[in-house]
């Protein structure tokens, strides 16, 4: 049976510092208790931490680092103590028994092959952006890097510019630990890091194939359905693909498509203006998504990231200037200019050639613009994927603020950019590249669900009785609608799911296979309507979140059986009070004969 952890329970902190080395078991500022050297327990959040008038040299990194906060911490606060300052870290990989997570060298034996390779490519990519803050040195700090299942964590960053090769030559430490086709993969890779001049983005290059190669080893099959709501609000601006109107007059023509693509956008500008917005965009986005997946099928060889996300950008980038040229020709300025938020999935077949024939890797791509977001949902974890465009998150990314001092700000949630409202050449989308090997959903919505950290507090309610197929995947979609209307009505609301399911090893396409095509049943006919007790357990009643135990299969059965053995006792027993209770009245109050009986008709006399 699998407990798990729901997001807010316990906040836990990193302490680093001279001051940070103090004994477990005792209170800090009457604020912090200390369970290990530099885990500290915020027992009074989510009040505000202290931190100094201006950012200290110590946090301003951080900050900087706050667009990757996928794999980097945060600055939260500060605390003057007698030894000195102690800076304190938020985002960290600590579990909720506030234990840190295992790092990269303990945990590098016991995974498979792809996640071997996987860390190693994250390691690579986040090269260019710690660089160039100037903290390079965390990527080859042993002691720095944990792992959470799929992704890289650090703990903390080190300031310092070390080579190319010292990053190469930690991955080579660990490769006596690796399954030979991987140390024989990635040793002539790293070795090109010694060169007094190391292509990096040849590296970078090498090592995706690697990567891709390894990733032939994973199937999975995907399903998709999601819907909005105007919530308390009489107007919807919201707009999503695919929506239950778009799953019912989904011709064949546009399954293959259908389960790859899923995109949420919340539109801005006033009802008339934010309404087509949004819809233009999720119009232009689905058919040029389409487009996209027919090409890179007809593919012979896969394309690298920056080749995807250019074409994804490039779409949006068509999508925002129809929004643009109509705001234009409509005469609106400034304020009035309709646009709209984005968050989108894309899912990509490629296809690569080994020894057996050509194979499929599914890659998942995520892009987003404004605060729609997408999260990566298991049974054991949820990973908020995307950073919201607004005023707050710009002051932490410019060194300005600490997070808890810019969302303090009455305009923090205000937009720093969507799509529409102004020309694509000043517009900045976010995209990643994720291949997952995992069971799990991926989570599109508006602010109208995510504000009020709706989907950190309830996703532990519903997630586990999709992927167990207790709950069709629309009706966990309009769960979450109905989850955003109670609690928080104010806005419009989207929502799309991405059920992705691990279904072992891939089967070998041919040359003159077809494009690949629905890679899931999309089981249109499935029942949406939740029974009570589904209903109590993606929602509920209580503003508290909490744990959920779901039974296993092997838990189930017996279960099963004992109600069935106890409904046949039961209903033996009622049987037997039955006819013991007959013969008792028939003794204690025997029947007259019909004769004696009075006329209906006749007195009595006395």
């Given at each position: 049976m699998?407990?798990?952890?729901?997001?807010?329970?316990k906040?836990?902190v990193?302490?680093l510092?001279?001051?940070?080395?103090?004994?477990s078991g005792?209170s800090?500022?009457?604020r912090?208790?200390?369970?290990?050297?530099?885990v500290?327990?915020?027992t009074?959040?989510?009040?505000?931490?202290?931190?100094p008038?201006?950012?200290?040299?110590?946090?301003?990194?951080?900050?900087?680092a706050?667009?990757h906060r996928l794999?980097?911490?945060?600055?939260?606060?500060?605390c003057n103590l007698?030894?000195?300052?102690?800076?304190?870290?938020?985002n960290?990989?600590?579990?909720?028994?506030?234990?840190?997570?295992p790092?990269?060298?303990?945990?590098?034996?016991?995974?498979?092959?792809?996640?071997?390779v996987?860390?190693?490519?994250q390691l690579?990519?986040?090269?260019?952006h710690?660089f160039?803050?100037?903290?390079?040195?965390?990527?080859?700090a042993?002691?720095?890097?944990?792992v959470?299942?799929?992704?890289?964590?650090?703990?903390?960053?080190?300031p310092?510019q070390?080579?190319?090769?010292?990053?190469a030559?930690?991955?080579?430490?660990?490769?006596?630990?690796?399954?030979?086709?991987?140390a024989?993969?990635l040793?002539?890779?790293?070795?090109q890091?010694?060169e007094?001049?190391?292509?990096?983005d040849?590296?970078?290059?090498q090592?995706?194939?690697v990567l891709?190669?390894q990733?032939?080893?994973i199937?999975?099959?995907?399903?998709?359905?999601?819907?909005?709501?105007?919530?308390?609000?009489?107007h919807?601006?919201d707009a999503?693909?695919?929506?239950?109107?778009?799953?019912e007059?989904?011709?064949?023509?546009?399954?293959p498509?259908?389960?790859?693509?899923?995109?949420?956008c919340d539109?801005?500008?006033?009802?008339?203006?934010?309404?087509?917005?949004?819809?233009?965009?999720?119009?232009?986005?689905?058919?040029?998504f389409?487009?996209?997946?027919?090409?890179?099928?007809?593919q012979?060889?896969p394309?690298?990231?920056y080749?995807?996300?250019?074409q994804?950008?490039a779409?949006?980038r068509v999508?925002?200037?129809?929004?643009?040229?109509?705001?234009?020709s409509?005469?609106r300025?400034?304020?009035?200019?309709?646009?709209t938020?984005?968050?989108?999935?894309?899912?990509?077949?490629?296809?690569i050639?080994?020894?057996n024939?050509?194979e499929?890797?599914?890659?998942?791509y995520?892009?987003?613009?404004?605060d729609?977001?997408?999260?990566?949902?298991?049974?054991?974890?949820?990973h908020?994927?995307?950073?919201?465009?607004?005023?707050?998150g710009?002051e932490?990314?410019?060194?300005?603020?600490?997070?808890?001092?810019?969302?303090?700000r009455?305009?923090?949630?205000a937009l720093?950019?969507?799509?529409?409202?102004?020309e694509?050449d000043?517009?900045?989308?976010?995209?990643?590249?994720?291949i997952?090997d995992e069971t799990g959903?991926l989570?599109?919505?508006s602010?109208?669900?995510?504000?009020?950290?709706?989907?950190?507090?309830?996703w532990a309610?519903?997630?586990?009785?999709?992927?167990?197929?207790?709950?069709?995947?629309p009706?966990a979609v309009?769960?979450?609608v109905?989850?955003?209307?109670?609690?928080?009505?104010?806005d419009?609301?989207?929502?799309?799911l991405?059920?992705?399911?691990?279904?072992?090893?891939?089967?070998v396409?041919?040359?003159t296979?077809?494009?690949?095509?629905?890679?899931a049943?999309?089981?249109?006919?499935?029942?949406?309507?939740?029974t009570?007790a589904?209903?109590?357990?993606?929602?509920?009643?209580?503003?508290?979140?909490?744990e959920?135990?779901?039974p296993?299969?092997?838990?189930t059965?017996?279960?099963?059986?004992?109600?069935?053995v106890?409904?046949?006792?039961?209903?033996?027993?009622?049987s037997?009070?039955?006819?013991?209770g007959v013969?008792?009245?028939?003794?204690l109050?025997?029947?007259?004969?019909a004769d004696?009986l009075?006329s209906p008709?006749?007195?009595?006399?006395?």
């Amino acid at each position: 049976m699998t407990q798990v952890d729901i997001y807010p329970f316990k906040k836990y902190v990193l302490a680093l510092g001279r001051g940070r080395d103090i004994p477990s078991g005792q209170s800090v500022n009457e604020r912090y208790w200390v369970l290990s050297p530099g885990v500290w327990h915020d027992t009074q959040a989510p009040d505000p931490p202290d931190h100094p008038a201006t950012v200290s040299a110590a946090a301003s990194p951080y900050l900087q680092a706050y667009p990757h906060r996928l794999h980097i911490p945060t600055a939260y606060g500060e605390c003057n103590l007698a030894d000195g300052p102690v800076l304190l870290l938020d985002n960290v990989p600590i579990d909720r028994h506030g234990r840190l997570l295992p790092t990269l060298g303990t945990a590098w034996a016991g995974t498979t092959p792809f996640r071997q390779v996987y860390w190693c490519w994250q390691l690579f990519s986040l090269w260019p952006h710690l660089f160039g803050i100037n903290m390079a040195a965390s990527l080859t700090a042993p002691e720095a890097i944990h792992v959470d299942g799929w992704r890289i964590r650090l703990s903390n960053l080190i300031p310092g510019q070390p080579s190319l090769q010292e990053l190469a030559n930690l991955i080579t430490t660990l490769l006596s630990k690796s399954a030979p086709s991987v140390a024989t993969e990635l040793q002539p890779i790293l070795d090109q890091c010694s060169e007094p001049q190391p292509n990096f983005d040849q590296v970078l290059e090498q090592l995706n194939r690697v990567l891709l190669t390894q990733a032939t080893q994973i199937s999975m099959a995907t399903q998709v359905a999601g819907s909005t709501s105007s919530g308390q609000l009489p107007h919807n601006e919201d707009a999503c693909y695919p929506s239950k109107a778009e799953l019912e007059r989904a011709r064949t023509a546009d399954l293959p498509a259908l389960p790859r693509i899923a995109i949420v956008c919340d539109g801005v500008g006033g009802h008339a203006g934010g309404e087509i917005a949004s819809q233009t965009v999720v119009r232009s986005l689905q058919l040029q998504f389409r487009g996209l997946l027919a090409e890179l099928a007809d593919q012979p060889e896969p394309l690298a990231p920056y080749i995807v996300m250019g074409q994804i950008e490039a779409a949006i980038r068509v999508a925002n200037n129809l929004v643009a040229s109509q705001n234009d020709s409509q005469g609106r300025t400034e304020r009035q200019r309709m646009g709209t938020t984005l968050v989108a999935a894309l899912m990509i077949p490629q296809r690569i050639s080994t020894l057996n024939g050509y194979e499929e890797i599914n890659e998942q791509y995520i892009a987003h613009v404004g605060d729609s977001r997408a999260y990566w949902i298991t049974p054991e974890a949820c990973h908020l994927l995307t950073v919201d465009d607004d005023v707050a998150g710009r002051e932490i990314t410019a060194g300005q603020s600490y997070p808890a001092e810019a969302y303090a700000r009455e305009d923090a949630g205000a937009l720093t950019q969507a799509l529409g409202t102004r020309e694509a050449d000043r517009l900045t989308p976010h995209i990643e590249r994720f291949i997952l090997d995992e069971t799990g959903v991926l989570l599109l919505c508006s602010d109208g669900l995510s504000d009020h950290h709706r989907v950190e507090t309830s996703w532990a309610n519903y997630i586990g009785l999709i992927v167990k197929n207790i709950v069709p995947l629309p009706a966990a979609v309009e769960s979450w609608v109905e989850l955003a209307n109670q609690k928080n009505g104010h806005d419009n609301v989207a929502v799309v799911l991405m059920s992705c399911t691990i279904t072992g090893a891939t089967t070998v396409v041919e040359d003159t296979a077809p494009p690949p095509g629905l890679t899931a049943q999309q089981d249109l006919g499935s029942p949406t309507e939740l029974t009570a007790a589904s209903k109590a357990l993606l929602y509920g009643e209580s503003e508290e979140p909490t744990e959920v135990d779901l039974p296993t299969e092997e838990e189930t059965q017996p279960r099963r059986l004992q109600v069935l053995v106890l409904s046949i006792v039961l209903l033996i027993a009622v049987s037997i009070a039955g006819v013991t209770g007959v013969l008792l009245w028939q003794n204690l109050f025997p029947s007259r004969p019909a004769d004696n009986l009075p006329s209906p008709t006749t007195e009595s006399t006395p």
